[in-house]
C-alpha cells in the first residue's frame, strides 16, 4: 500500500482537523472544522464514519458529542438553503470467511504481525482478540467509506490531540498502510497549529522514534 504522495490531500486534512477537534471535545472548533470540510466537498457520511470510529479510540462520550454537533451544523446549513452531499454507503461485505477470519486479516494488513503473533500477543486476554478481530477490525476497519490509509490518519491524529502513548502503535500501523512519514510530520504540524506545541512535539519525537526502530530492524543481518 505504498503511497507516491509525500503531502496530505486537503480532503485528508479536514480528517485530521475533525479528529483532533472530537477527541479534544473541543465543540467551538469542531463546528468551524465541520463546516468548512462540507464546504470543501466531503460528504455527510464520510464524517460521519470519522465520527464515529473515532468511539474505538477516545470512547463513546467525545463521539456522540461529536455526532450531535455534526447534526446540528447539517440541520443549520439545510436551514440556509445549503445542500450537503449525503454520499455513498458502505459496499455490503461478501461473506465468504467467518467475521474473526475478516478481522484477522484486516489486523494483519494494519499491524503488519502475523496471524500467530498476534494470538501471542492477546494470549493472556483472549477476548480482547475476538473483540478487536469481529468488531474493531472486521466491523468498523472494514467499512470501505473510509480506506485503511484514511482510518489510520483519523486515529493518529485523535491519539496524538490527547497524547495516548498507543499513538506509537499506530503510527507504525499508518506506515504500514502507505502514509509516508512526511504525512504523519504535516498531520502533527496541523495539530501544532490547532490543538498545542507539547502535543505535536511529543508526536513527533515517537515518529523519529519508530523510523530509527524500523531501520534498525531492516539493517544487516536483521532481515
Known amino acids: 500500500m505504498e503511497n507516491s504522495n509525500q503531502k496530505l490531500d486537503s480532503r485528508q486534512q479536514h480528517l485530521v482537523n475533525i479528529s483532533a477537534f472530537t ?19 466531503l460528504t455527510i457520511n464520510e464524517i460521519n464514519e470519522v465520527l464515529a470510529h473515532l468511539y ?7 463521539s456522540i458529542r461529536g455526532i450531535h454537533l455534526f447534526k446540528e451544523v447539517v440541520a443549520e446549513r439545510q436551514a440556509n438553503g445549503i445542500k450537503d452531499q449525503q454520499g455513498r454507503e458502505s459496499t455490503p461485505v461478501v461473506e465468504d470467511t467467518t467475521t474473526y477470519e475478516r478481522g484477522e486479516e484486516a489486523q494483519m494488513i494494519v499491524t503488519a504481525m502475523s496471524a500467530e503473533q498476534l494470538k501471542t500477543l492477546f494470549a493472556f486476554n483472549p477476548l480482547i ?12 476497519f472494514d467499512r470501505d467509506i473510509l480506506s485503511y490509509t484514511d482510518r489510520e490518519i483519523v486515529t493518529v491524529s485523535s491519539l496524538a490531540s490527547v497524547q495516548d502513548p498507543f499513538v506509537r502503535s ?20 496541523i495539530i501544532r497549529g490547532k490543538i498545542g506545541k507539547q502535543q505535536a ?23
Not at 477527541?23 to 466537498?41: F, M, P, T, W, Y
Not at 474505538?56 to 467525545?62: I, K
Not at 482478540?129 to 468498523?140: G, M, N, Q, R, Y
Request: charged share 20%; with cysteine; net charge negative.
Open 23 to 41: 477527541s479534544k471535545s473541543d465543540v467551538a472548533n469542531l463546528r468551524v472544522a465541520l463546516n468548512e470540510a462540507l464546504n470543501a466537498g
Open 56 to 62: 474505538a479510540y477516545v470512547g463513546f462520550p467525545p
Open 129 to 140: 482478540d475476538v473483540f478487536l478481530k469481529e468488531h474493531l477490525f472486521a466491523d468498523i
Open 170 to 189: 499506530h503510527i507504525g500501523g499508518a506506515l504500514n498502510v502507505g502514509v509516508t512519514p512526511q504525512q504523519l510530520e504535516q498531520v502533527f504540524d
Open 201 to 223: 512535539d511529543t508526536a513527533d519525537k515517537v515518529l523519529a522514534e519508530v523510523i530509527e526502530s524500523r531501520s534498525n530492524c531492516n539493517g544487516p543481518g536483521n532481515n
